[in-house]
């Protein structure tokens, strides 16, 4: 839901737009995230889509998505995702690339039980250098993903010769972001590291950048309604997972060795 912007007044081809209410109801602002997601749906709030010639549909298989998961799981993950219809291109370590669109992708948030994220690719480039880096940041067309008044986070994972370090690499890409929507509209978002809106994530390998935006933002094992932390719990997405990989027919008894945090 934090991709869906507020208004159009600083982007005319924004991809989406409110109709009605914006404001999930007080009823259910106690609940977690996916049930607030849930009864957003189901009390009707009307999301829709601004078609026009080249933008991206709610049905075509065109959204890159990279899921991330827990070590071992990812032909569970593979297969949870291909019920959703989803078309799979490769399965790697931890990850699983697919083509989707906009509607499962909601879906696969809700629903899948052992993803950790879902990332919407954005653009791969080279650089030779930090001011390189920095130009082809500022050429995604960040405004068509996102409105200015959001706030935002950005985090920089690998490493690249061009960066002292990663965080280096984190202050390139906000500017690149901030300038351009500065160029834009005379306006700028903020960041946001605790409670971001939009989660922006960029991975580097020494000449290399792969952009990404977070359409999960916290990991989706954390479904809300844990109160409290034991010392060792077992992670909800890992313990689905292990349960698929069992074989268990839903029939027979359950012994649980790990029950007990």
């Not at 019920?83 to 790697?92: M, P, V």
Request: some cysteine; overall charge positive.
């Amino acid at each position: 839901c934090t991709t869906v912007c507020n208004s159009l007044s600083c982007q005319p081809d924004c991809l989406y737009y409110y109709k009605g209410q914006t404001s999930i109801p007080k009823q259910n602002q106690g609940l977690s995230l996916t049930l607030r997601i849930a009864f957003f749906f189901k009390n009707k709030y009307i999301i829709r889509q601004k078609i026009t010639e080249g933008k991206m549909t709610t049905t075509e298989n065109n959204l890159k998505i990279t899921a991330t998961c827990s070590s071992g799981l990812e032909d569970v993950l593979k297969e949870e995702i291909e019920t959703f219809g989803a078309k799979i291109e490769n399965t790697g370590k931890n990850t699983v690339q697919f083509y989707t669109n906009t509607e499962t992708l909601y879906k696969l948030n809700m629903a899948t039980r052992t993803a950790t994220h879902f990332f919407l690719f954005l653009k791969q480039f080279f650089f030779k250098n930090a001011d390189e880096f920095y130009s082809k940041m500022k050429q995604i067309a960040w405004e068509k993903h996102f409105h200015v008044n959001k706030l935002i986070r950005i985090d920089t994972k690998g490493s690249s010769f061009a960066f002292r370090n990663s965080h280096f690499a984190t202050l390139r890409t906000k500017d690149a972001i901030v300038d351009r929507f500065r160029d834009i509209c005379n306006d700028r978002p903020s960041v946001c590291k605790d409670e971001p809106e939009i989660q922006i994530t960029v991975y580097l390998q020494e000449n290399q950048a792969i952009v990404y935006l977070d359409s999960s933002g916290i990991p989706l094992f954390k479904r809300g309604y844990r109160a409290i932390h034991a010392q060792a719990p077992l992670k909800e997405d890992l313990a689905a997972g292990i349960l698929m990989l069992s074989g268990w027919d839903k029939k027979s008894d359950l012994i649980d060795p790990m029950c007990g945090s």
